[in-house]
């Protein structure tokens, strides 16, 4: 076992500067999850997944989409989703992470620029690792930096098409992108506008539809839509022109060689997605949970963010820890968020407000936190 020793090198390494990751059961109240509308355990979603079953939905596709795994309750699901997203199509990826490496790695081409948000998801990054454009970051939230990005690039003799990244909602700050600002320097530039709604979907919007709502309809964007938060489920739908859909299908290999997700999951998004439109009570008791959180802890140095994620900055790294192991020894489910996950010097408790969580237990948080801190 030897030949391992660099491995156990630089998981020491790790534990010395107090970055090292562990896997550790859901204990507490939660404060943690992306579970923002408790549809993860929503008696609506698991009757659906019996009555599919019922009906003769299997567990397994089988393979991939191309070859025997293309169930109806995919191409269901696709049509559902693009008629509620209101874009023409859309494809079903087994996760958001996948979606996002096959979008990137493989619609901006040889000769394209891809401009992202500083702080846009690892995904996002990996997928455009794999691409064949010229990448380049714009300051975080700030329209006129993608505007000179992309001025820079063309008096520099660039020639492609410019790509715009970004998410709706950043998942450890809770602060929304000015997607009707980076709309009009898409529309500028002929550029494409990609949005990452991970964390807005189901929670904002009409009917939870996300921030893009108003904006989606352009045949320059693209959204991306994650069935593991709000939605309760898993996977990814990305939408968008059709044509983009089926170059997707012919050339994303994440896509072409991936057994597809379960055809049963596919049942319980479509079921999900009612579920937005029919109970908007959810929405409702999620944003006075919101109110009555930013209230509740503002005295403790926690700055309203007008979402569900309110992150507390307290920048060392072993602090950070430390606060976090004394809320979870309370019984309150909050994580830690360390470098490399955000920029050094910002390690940060990220307190996330989901239906799972009571304004009693926010009430009771707050007075942990003060003992924690």
């Known amino acids: 076992m030897g030949g391992l020793q660099d491995y156990r090198d630089q998981l020491e390494h790790l534990a010395s500067i107090d970055r090292i990751r562990s896997l550790r059961p859901r204990v507490g109240i939660d404060f943690a999850s992306n579970d923002y509308l408790a549809l993860g355990a929503a ?27 293309n169930d109806p309750e995919h ?10 997203f209101g874009s023409q199509s859309a494809l079903y990826f087994s996760s958001g992470f996948a979606a996002n490496i096959a979008l990137f790695a493989t619609l901006p081409q040889r000769g394209d620029l891809v401009v992202h948000d500083a702080l846009i998801h690892a995904s996002a990054l990996d997928g455009m690792r794999m691409g064949r454009a010229e990448v380049t970051s714009a300051a975080h939230n700030d329209p006129d930096g993608f505007d000179d990005a992309i001025k820079c690039w063309r008096s520099a003799g660039g020639m492609g098409r410019a790509w715009i990244a970004v998410e709706s909602l950043y998942s450890m700050d809770g602060d929304r992108a000015p997607l009707v600002d980076l709309a009009k320097v898409a529309a500028a530039h002929d550029a494409m506008l990609v949005i990452d709604e991970a964390h807005a979907s189901g929670v904002f919007g009409r009917d939870g539809r996300g921030l893009a709502d108003a904006i989606h309809d352009a045949d320059n964007v693209v959204t991306l839509h994650t069935c593991g938060k ?26 072409i060689f991936s057994t597809a997700p379960s055809p049963l999951m596919a049942s319980a998004v479509r079921e999900a997605l009612r579920i937005l439109v029919d109970e908007p009570e959810r929405r409702a008791a999620l944003w006075q949970l919101v109110e009555h959180a930013e209230r509740k802890l503002a005295p403790l140095g926690i700055a309203p963010t007008g979402s569900q994620i309110l992150p507390l900055i307290i920048g060392d790294d ?19 968020i360390r470098p490399p996950t955000v920029p050094a010097g910002t390690s940060r408790l990220r307190i996330s407000l989901t239906l799972n969580a009571k304004e009693a237990d926010v009430n009771a948080l707050a007075d942990a936190l003060k003992v924690a801190l």
Do not use: K, W, Y
Not at 230 to 255: I, K, Q, S, T, W
């Open 230 to 255: 709000a939605l309760g489920c898993e996977g990814a739908l990305l939408c968008g022109p059709e044509v983009l859909r089926d170059f997707l299908v012919n050339r994303a290999r994440p896509f």
């Open 75 to 84: 191409e269901l699901i696709e049509a559902e989703a693009a008629a509620f």
């Open 318 to 336: 072993g602090a950070t820890m430390r606060a976090a192991a004394a809320l979870q020894a309370a019984g309150f489910d909050v994580r830690g």
């Open 43 to 69: 008696p609506r979603l698991a009757e659906a997944v019996r009555e599919a079953m019922t009906r003769g939905v299997p567990v397994g596709s089988g393979g991939s989409r191309l070859l025997r795994g």
